[in-house]
């Protein structure tokens, strides 16, 4: 049998499928061209075993993208074709293999698969590829549906002629199907974000759905999107800020006025794609419901379950609110369904982003504390009675979360929970893995352990778990009882991982009495008059009990701060360990004559106010002012993960040759199907030239936003515009310097975050190249995968493809300054 790269046509390479008419042809504004097929699933395919490790690290090894990817003019694969040994040391074989009869692909040891197609004429279909997270159309990168969340596809650019796909990252037996989209721009059913509505309550409901833009030229001027409420009720049209860019999926937020009582049916429309019906829920107060907000992240918007308390409107009952986090897969309101109802206690679930999301670490971590304060506002719970509790995955949140701000609780309850990363599944090994840790610390669990000491903690497991052993409980309950703590635990004989019983009104792992009898118990303590405190940084957790850690001696490791008690003398003794910046509240103001700094006793200034400490070289100074803005601060900081907040734009370059802005696109946009497939998130793909548009006649648009820029100083026309002149990293072709240092080659990247220019709290973060196959190579980086580090800046080659860590050549954060002093690691090209 021949390979797929020697099938002379079509109806040898594919089996053809007819299926259900997905759109007219009579519908007007429709790209795809008649000739094209209405669906198609591929059969043939070779297969390859995996050639290097998986795991939680930003840059790997990857023989695969080497060989057939990096260069766009590298030749596709053929049956019996042997791949270099990659990492696991042994040479691969692509292989011959034939997907079933219902498409799908037997995995077996599988790690990459390639299949081609020829078609007769060019133009758009949509790739629906389920159980892997990678797809490569002509060298151009995609997501795939890895969880299975049923999200129907992504549009591609398919070419008269052949066409080589690649898919990695497989879970399960993977299925690829293209189908027909009925028009340039329509609305996808199959992702929209919604709320109940709630009898006797009016006001603005916020909502989304997906729109795609199924075309391979921007959309310049984008149709309006129109939302109709109920039948001849209230309409509303809105215009998109930005052009359309090619084959991207967006998720825009929508607000509508709802009264109570008003039809809960809303039809979106755009342009001439058929209109999108969504039904939203009425519920009674007191039911559990699924509630909605505009997130500050990406500007999204994103959903929570809620279970009200019993006992929500009896006078004089003070309410607490439990904040349960849920397990890997586990929507959001099933999480809220598994409990049942107390009289003083509101359930809030929130998402993580998505069911599986990013494991209550990073943006997770971020959307657990902005679902809190939604809930808070909208239950009426004391801010002192706030619970974390949490099963499997959201065990490990509990900790998380717990473990870098500890004085938010008045008690934590995880359940099934594990520890780390490093204790629950491992991270590879490597020369770099303690920095790329490091940049990923809030998540070293244990080494926060002493911010868990005095949080009243119940810990909950079954004895025969075999998802999540019952070893990780008892892991954390001898570290807790060594550091000095005194927690609870019920390690249940004979139960598994999701058990129930008839001990609770809900499951049994979930409400176990012990732990709501805790809860019951406790309320926030107040403000202590001895306070210890260890934080990762400024961005993860800057403040405990008014005691802020605003900026640090070395970045990427951790400080301790210890104050009080205030003695008789007025003199508050501090105990501060790599800390460059210390602020008191007023808190810790009251009584005070002098502070006694490692022993060495500071008068402060006089007037009232917080104070500020700050170190320069060995030397402490007290005034009242906090760190200038220009400086690094727990508002604007690294590491680089941070540049994806503050409603981001992700700004590609246009200023180059074709082939540098299709790349460049290419990178921005497979960046934005990411976000919005793994955070149900939104973020706009602008070019260069709309940018700076944008910010000339619309400079509402684009202020205050975090920029992802893409490119170098030569192919992206905005870079000076968002970076100042002080910055020290200097991309251009063929080129890469930092500092008074440069790097020579096309294959280099560098990923780094820093201040917008003009602006006090927004950040840039840059994904810098010197070249196509440097920016090629960002595809291969793991930006959104939890556990995986990255510090301030971060400078490859295309040896990270074939050496992992050996191709790092610089590495580390910048000083509080913003400046560059060498970083953790600077080296050449040639070792």
Same mark, same amino acid.
């Given at each position: ?18 299926? *259900? ?10 790209? *795809? ?88 004429? /060019? ?13 490569? =159309?002509? /060298? ?35 299925? %690829? ?19 109940? %509505? ?6 603005? *409901? ?157 943006? /997770? ?174 961005? =993860? ?10 900026? %640090? ?18 003199? @508050? ?18 009584? @005070? ?71 460049? @696109? ?142 790092? %050549? ?22």
């Amino acid at each position: 049998m021949a390979c797929p790269r020697e099938q002379a046509s079509m109806r040898v390479m594919w089996s053809v499928i007819l299926a *259900v008419v997905l759109g007219s042809s009579s519908l007007p504004n429709t790209l *795809v061209a008649p000739e094209l097929p209405e669906q198609l699933v591929p059969r043939e395919w070779l297969v390859l075993s995996a050639t290097d490790r998986r795991g939680r690290r930003p840059f790997g090894p990857d023989a695969v993208f080497l060989r057939y990817l990096l260069d766009p003019r590298s030749t596709p694969p053929v049956s019996g074709e042997e791949v270099a040994p990659g990492e696991l040391g042994h040479a691969r074989v692509w292989t011959e293999r034939n997907a079933g009869e219902d498409g799908r692909l037997p995995r077996e040891d599988a790690a990459w698969a390639y299949t081609a197609v020829e078609l007769s004429t /060019g133009g758009v279909l949509m790739a629906d590829l389920q159980g892997a997270s990678r797809l490569f =159309v002509n /060298g151009v990168g995609f997501v795939g549906d890895v969880y299975g969340y049923g999200k129907r596809g992504v549009p591609v650019a398919l070419r008269a002629g052949r066409n080589d796909l690649f898919i990695s990252g497989l879970r399960g037996d993977p299925r %690829l199907g293209l189908w027909r989209p009925p028009a340039v721009v329509f609305f996808g059913g199959w992702d929209s974000t919604a709320p109940d %509505l709630v009898e006797g309550r009016e006001g603005l *409901v916020q909502l989304s759905a997906l729109l795609v833009h199924a075309s391979g030229e921007t959309l310049a001027e984008p149709p309006r999107l129109v939302v109709q409420q109920g039948a001849g009720g209230a309409r509303w049209e809105r215009a998109l800020p930005f052009p359309l860019a090619p084959l991207v999926l967006a998720k825009p937020p929508l607000a509508m006025a709802f009264a109570d009582g008003a039809d809960g049916r809303v039809t979106l429309a755009a342009g001439e794609g058929e209109p999108l019906t969504i039904d939203l829920p009425r519920v009674s107060p007191g039911d559990l419901r699924t509630e909605t907000f505009r997130s500050s992240l990406d500007g999204s918007v994103q959903r929570f379950a809620l279970r009200p308390a019993t006992g929500a409107r009896r006078v004089g009952l003070e309410m607490g609110l439990v904040l349960s986090l849920h397990g890997a897969g586990v929507a959001c309101r099933n999480q809220a369904a598994a409990y049942g109802s107390y009289a003083d206690l509101w359930i809030a679930a929130p998402t993580n982003r998505r069911p599986f999301g990013f494991d209550w670490q990073d943006w /997770g971590r971020h959307d657990a504390y902005e679902v809190l304060a939604h809930a808070l506002a909208l239950s009426g719970a004391h801010s002192d009675r706030c619970y974390l509790t949490g099963h499997s995955m959201g065990g490990h949140g509990v900790w998380h979360l717990a473990a870098n701000d500890p004085d938010r609780w008045a008690a934590i309850a995880p359940s099934a929970g594990w520890e780390s990363f490093d204790s629950y599944g491992g991270r590879p090994d490597g020369e770099l893995a303690e920095l790329w840790q490091a940049a990923d610390g809030a998540s070293r669990t244990l080494r926060l352990i002493e911010n868990l000491v005095g949080l009243p903690t119940f810990v909950l497991h079954g004895e025969s778990d075999d998802n999540v052993p019952a070893g990780e409980a008892r892991r954390m309950l001898a570290a807790l009882e060594a550091a000095g703590g005194a927690p609870r635990s019920h390690l249940a004989e004979g139960r598994g991982h999701w058990w129930d019983g008839d001990a609770a009104v809900g499951a049994d792992c979930l409400s176990w009495p012990g732990i709501f009898e805790l809860f019951a118990a406790r309320r926030r303590s107040a403000v202590p008059s001895e306070v210890s405190f260890t934080t990762i940084g400024p961005g =993860v957790d800057a403040e405990h009990f008014g005691l802020r850690v605003e900026q %640090l001696v070395h970045w990427g490791r951790p400080a301790r701060a210890r104050a009080g008690p205030l003695d008789e003398r007025g003199v @508050l003794p501090l105990e501060l360990e790599n800390v460059a910046c210390l602020g008191l509240s007023t808190r810790w103001t009251l009584g @005070l004559r002098r502070l006694a700094v490692d022993g060495v006793e500071l008068e402060p200034p006089g007037g009232e106010g917080p104070l500020w400490l700050r170190l320069d070289g060995e030397l402490w100074s007290v005034s009242r002012s906090a760190p200038p803005p220009e400086e690094k601060h727990s508002g604007r900081t690294g590491p680089f993960k941070r540049a994806f907040e503050r409603r981001f734009l992700l700004v590609y370059a246009t200023a180059g040759t074709q082939a540098e802005a299709d790349t460049s @696109l290419g990178r921005a946009r497979r960046d934005a199907l990411a976000w919005w497939y793994r955070a149900n998130g939104h973020a706009w793909v602008v070019s260069d030239r709309d940018f700076l548009a944008s910010a000339s006649e619309h400079p509402e648009r684009v202020s205050e936003r975090n920029v992802i820029l893409y490119g170098n100083a030569d192919t992206n026309a905005a870079w000076d515009a968002v970076l100042p002149e002080a910055c020290p990293v200097r991309a251009r072709r063929g080129t890469l310097s930092i500092g008074e240092r440069t790097w020579e080659g096309d294959d280099l990247a560098c990923l780094f975050v820093y201040p917008r220019r003009g602006e006090e709290r927004s950040l840039v973060g840059v994904q810098a190249d010197s070249g196509i196959r440097g920016a090629r190579l960002g595809y291969t980086f793991k930006t959104f995968v939890s556990g995986a580090g990255f510090p301030d800046l971060a400078l490859v080659s295309a040896r990270v493809l074939a050496e992992g860590d050996g191709g790092v %050549l610089a590495a580390g954060w910048f000083d509080r300054a913003w400046g560059w002093t060498g970083g953790e690691l600077e080296r050449s090209r040639e070792r």
